[in-house]
């Protein structure tokens, strides 16, 4: 903490909204007389002389690429302190009022009940007490922990595990095991093909370099950079766009949308039906073939199993040419196109672009498209100058060399030793966190388990796929009767929100614990509710190694004093800790002031400055590497000499034919040993080519949120103004919009601004029609992770919350990943006043008449 004056005082805060201290959003907040007056960037220079941090520096045609001396906050940074006034704060400890731990549970009310004020004497008693009894019936795995997923940034206070942590001592409890999310398709498929642990994005050392120098057309595949990174990685990756422009990269997007990032930056947008990419590649890969243009030797010396893919692609191995006439029926776009996109590849250097993936890596059967990107970028000399892979913001909290596409710096700063969450720990029982609803409905025994294969985490190597995981485990294995959960925001985020509300209010279900800042999503579902302090309200230590910038640390100093009775996540279970007997024992003695040094200390930043130097500056940033330049993009070292450099994959090669899905699955339909387009099939029938397309005739795309970060922040009234965050409906409720073509409108008589209908055999969701050319015919575009308004209980829902309605099932047989984009869904005009008529009480549910943003009205008063 520093002081600017007498009055106004300045702390440095990180706000991010994914992992823990490890966001690039850092701030700096000026408070006076208590409370947050504005929301700045972190000025570098005000700590640290320019020439100290040897800032990097890309020239390019007379042009220049190089840091701002400031960070590059997006709104959600600026409009934090609003979040903390939120009407949905939960500001005491809350108890469902019709759940009795001595008598009636009714569990079947979870989502409709109102809340009671309590004590945080009581909560903790009753959460104490009901472990115990938990433990003594069922066992220590009867728990579930779920600490992972869309969380704050935080370190010291953060959510993402520290009940685990606790439950640990007691015993152990079920872990959640976090899926690969925004990563499916690189984690279930391309991780076969080129390896490049642990999350299956290619290697990214020196990428923006090497596509500023060498790539003269940059493929936006599912790529919105301008929206995805906001949440965690700032507004770099959009200086990142403007300068590739500037210096005359030809800018060409594919999807189904013209993306934020397309509308302001494409030279061309190509729209590709969802779930049809891998039809649209193949046929790249027929041309390349056919007229001989794609780079024979270095298949011939950097892969292996390319014979049976061609044959494949050639139709020798079923008798039908992957052609672009064929693929042009399928995938929607004209021949033609196909044609000169394949030509151009083959003539220009080119880079395929990428934030996590887009919604097509997120789709059924994503692991193909991801395998042939790999394969395409293979026939081209992936790794050669130019040729490779980029993904538009670093992922430095892997502490990794290879994931860094912009010059490193000589440390990578890590708050891991300050972290009070849980590792994800396979030792006792987990669950992937798609499969919890599955295991939560199932009955399921040690004799008669659920089975999986892989851990699902992204962390985990391509050999752990091939592992059979069960639950519950043989050896003091129980399934699930309790669920302790810091991230509550499953029905909204994961894959079959529907289905999670069916397993939240299922009898087997005795006893749900929510901790969080706001009365939203989850929450709704639990039996006690513990409130949480926002980022504002606690001392911690972060770090910013996603930037792009410059690699930092800093401490983070509490800003205002907490509101009503919160506490942080940490502190919460400290609560629990201390009714159960292990206070000590969990907290190890330590204060808040050890564990920011504990963090610092193994940091990496020690090694610049001694910790008193560090608390009096408050910040350590790290200088550029001198020797940035020298180091070999991407997959440059592979491509120069394969044999000195391989690959992760078994054969050390790129694998066209994976030897690995070959050995472990070679009869698998939906993931074969080489890839292929995979319209339908046992786990999906998501496609126009399915007869089901009859009776919900559109696909449904579903990105990351614009306005929010996956359900965070949707309850912020000032985004809520914003036209293409939410509409107002002729009740005045703020409905989210649905993209939809103008042809497609009128087909349906639907007008801009009109209420819609959402719906599948899955349930159902409101909308409002923004009608824009922007989106493809005979597709409809939503965000996710809108916040959870329920009209039927686990059957629709006001606020547009679509991951309530997408598919249940996994990526496909053998891949328990995430489906949350892509889906079949029909479209219908609503009358929300008719609606009203028929569900009163849920549309009379109290407002802001402004912003349309529904209050809490679930807290009973105390007399």
Known sequence: MSKKNDEIKTFYKGLGFCGFGIGSNTAEVDVKDGKVLRIRPMKFDKKYKQEELNPWKI?????????????????????????????????????????????????????????????????????ANEIKRIHKQYGPYAILSQGDGHGETKAIHGPHGCQKNLLELLGGSTTQARNADSWEGWYWGIK???????IGQGLQKNMWWDVSNNTKMLLYWGCDPETTPWGWGGQNPSRLCRWFKEIGIKSVFISPDLNYTGAVWADKWIPVIPNTDAALQLAIAYIWIKEDSYDKEYVATHTVGFEPFRQYVMGEEDGEAKTPEWASKICGVPTYTIKALARKWAKDATTIGHCNGGSYIRSGYSSEPARLEGCLLAMQGLGKPGRGQLKFIEFGQYGLHEYYPCPKSKVIPNVGGAYNGATYDISGQFLPKTLIPKAILGDWTVENPMTWYGVTSSGFPADDQFVEYQ????????????????????????????SMIKALRSPKIEFVLAQHPWLENDCLFADIILPVSSKFEQEDIACDNQSGAFNSLYYEGKCVETRGEAKSDYECVCEVAKKLGVYEEYTKGMTYEDLIKRGFEMSGCQTLMSYEEFREKEICVVPTDENWKDVVPGFGDFANDPEENPMTTPSGKLEFTSENLSEYFPDDEERPPHPKFIPFGKTHQESYLHPRSEKYPYLLVSNHPRWRVHANMDDVTWLREIPTCKMRGKDGY?????????VDAKKQGIAHGDVVKLYNERGWVLGAAYITERIMPHVIYQDHGSRLDPIVTGESDRAGANNLICPTNTVSQHCSGEVTSGFLVGIEKADELELAKQYPEQFNRPYCPHSGQILTSRVIENK
């Open 59 to 127: 020239e390019v045609r007379g042009k220049t690429f190089e840091p701002k001396m400031k960070t590059l906050l997006p709104p959600f940074s600026y409009i934090y302190k609003k979040r903390m006034f939120s009407k949905n704060r939960v500001l005491y400890p809350l108890k469902r009022v019709d759940w009795d731990p001595n008598g009636e549970r009714n569990t079947q009310n979870r989502g409709e009940s109102k809340y009671v004020r309590i004590s945080w004497d009581e909560a903790t008693d009753i959460i």
């Open 734 to 742: 703020m409905y989210e919009p649905v993209w939809i073509n103008p």
């Open 192 to 198: 076969h093909f080129w390896g490049c642990e642990p």
């Open 471 to 498: 639950y519950p485990i043989e050896e003091g294995g129980s399934e699930l009767h309790m669920i302790w959960t810091d991230t509550p925001c499953w029905t909204t985020c994961w894959n079959g929100g529907n």
